[in-house]
């Protein structure tokens, strides 16, 4: 039975200097209460704590759990034998469905419905009226945010370690790609799966042509227009070719404060003077002294060559490796996460386009669906992170060294994104927020026949 959040009962059975052994009873809160058969185990108490952590259960094996209880200190012997009341709670979904793959042919939903949205905009007109209009805060003032500029050092230097990383696990780690399609694999040998939808698919019954995987099949390359004013006028169609593109978590990060030298852009040190909705002059900056030579906050990485990273050379530096690669890629997406609640970035609902800035660029370079009726113009939105730092998901493969994936038992395996599913085969510990979807606690059969038995 799948609970996210359950109701348990526990009575002890030993004394206080000692852990006691405890048998719980669940009871769902939208079914009758029924005991259900459980071997015992063990419950640790921290002193001064209101959760019990367990230490052994089958069922919470890669389960992230805390059980609450309802008494404040240590309890005595007499508590012990008292029943109380457990709470237990899951920071993640047992169980989570897999990403959506939209149609070519269909708009990208929006993050926040339009109707909230407008429900939205009234309140804060209602709040609004009658009071004098405030001071509009940065970035929306051309000033950066302090208190992100460092963070925005750590998403470009975790980005960067990320890639040289990859380049160094990839050699040792085997990952393939589908020759007609953007599928990817990561295992000794491409999934059986007929999902092809590349081209001459048909032809070949949906099966996929694998081939070895490079550094850009497993990070989608995302590119963005770098702005030298991020407030200024909007891209222009006759202007796509002269405007430099780099990838967009790289211009986030130079638009949060990141200081890189081929890439200039303006820094205001007074906010902007507003004469219209969307017209402003610069303040005067005549009264202030000369500005310092601007140089980098923290030292900024640099990629390595794919020809100079080295593979990792023992079993214990692979598993090393893969936990920093883990770490960097947690730690750049978490990061940009928090820039994008401050600087906006953009997204074409049609295609994949990414703009960092307060609106998209004019250039009429969108070629989905239909795209003849919009005159090439892209459909901006609100982008969310999966828009900025694509996951791309693959096929978990249960046991690298057991048997490959049976085009049968489809519906048993999980996905992960591929940068966790190359780190987990290379050695690093499964993220609590990634078991989920990829069905670690689902037991998988053994042969088809046995398949067909299960409920």
């Known amino acids: 039975m799948l609970v996210s959040s359950s109701v348990a009962t526990w009575t002890g059975c030993g004394s206080s200097s000692s852990y006691p052994l405890c048998t719980m009873a669940f009871f769902h ?24 952590e367990l230490s052994s259960f089958h069922s919470f094996q890669h389960s992230n759990l805390k059980l609450r209880h309802s008494f404040k200190s ?62 509009t ?9 302090q208190c992100l500029v460092p963070l925005a050092y750590d998403v470009f230097n975790a980005r960067i370690t990320l890639i040289n ?15 007609w399609c953007s599928e990817l694999h990561v295992g000794p040998e ?8 590349g081209k001459h698919a048909t032809l070949r019954k949906g099966l996929h042509l694998w081939t070895n995987a490079a550094i850009e099949d497993v990070l989608v390359p ?12 909007r891209i222009t169609h006759a202007e796509r070719f002269s405007i430099p593109r780099i990838p967009a978590v790289m211009e986030l990060c130079i638009q949060a404060g990141v200081y890189v030298s081929e890439y200039p852009t303006k820094r205001r040190r007074k906010p902007i003077i507003r004469i219209g909705k969307r017209e402003f002059v610069d303040a005067d900056e005549s009264d202030l002294p000369d500005p310092a030579p601007e140089v980098p906050l923290k ?17 214990e530096e692979k598993i090393l490796l893969a936990e920093e690669t883990l770490q960097a890629w947690e730690r750049m997406r978490k990061g940009a996460k928090k820039l994008m609640q ?60 057991g048997p490959p994936l049976t085009r049968e038992l489809r519906n048993f395996y999980g996905q992960a994104p591929a940068v966790v599913e190359i780190c987990v085969q290379a050695g690093a510990a499964v993220p609590d927020q990634y078991k989920s979807t990829m069905r670690l606690d689902i037991g998988i059969p053994s042969s088809v026949k046995e398949a067909e038995m299960v409920v």
């Open 29 to 52: 809160s939208k079914s009758r209460a029924s005991s259900l058969r459980m071997e015992p185990f063990t419950v640790s108490f921290l002193p001064r704590s209101e959760f019990l």
């Open 74 to 135: 240590r309890p005595t012997s007499r508590m012990l034998h008292e029943p109380h009341a457990l709470v237990i709670t899951n920071e993640y979904p047992q169980n989570a469905d897999f990403p959506q793959n939209y149609s070519r042919k269909e708009k990208k939903p929006f993050p926040i419905p339009i109707v909230e949205l407008r429900r939205a905009a009234r309140e804060r007109l209602k709040k609004r009226k009658g009071q004098p209009k405030g001071r």
């Open 137 to 145: 805060p940065p970035p929306k003032n051309g000033l950066i945010v």
């Open 165 to 179: 990383n990859l380049k160094k696990l990839l050699k040792v780690v085997p990952v393939h790609a589908c020759g």
């Open 190 to 197: 491409g999934h059986p799966f007929k999902s092809c939808k």
């Open 222 to 233: 995302t590119e963005a227009y770098h702005l030298y004013d991020p407030l200024g006028k």
């Open 299 to 315: 030292p900024l990485l640099i990629e390595t060559p794919i020809s100079k990273a080295a593979a990792p050379a023992n079993e």
């Open 342 to 401: 401050m600087y906006r970035v953009r997204v074409c609902g049609y295609c994949p386009e990414v703009h960092v800035g307060h609106s998209g660029h004019k250039a009429q370079n969108c070629g989905a669906h239909k795209h003849q009726q919009r005159n090439g113009q892209h459909g901006w939105q609100s982008a969310v992170l999966d828009d900025l730092i694509p996951p791309r998901y693959v096929w978990h493969v249960p046991d690298v060294e």
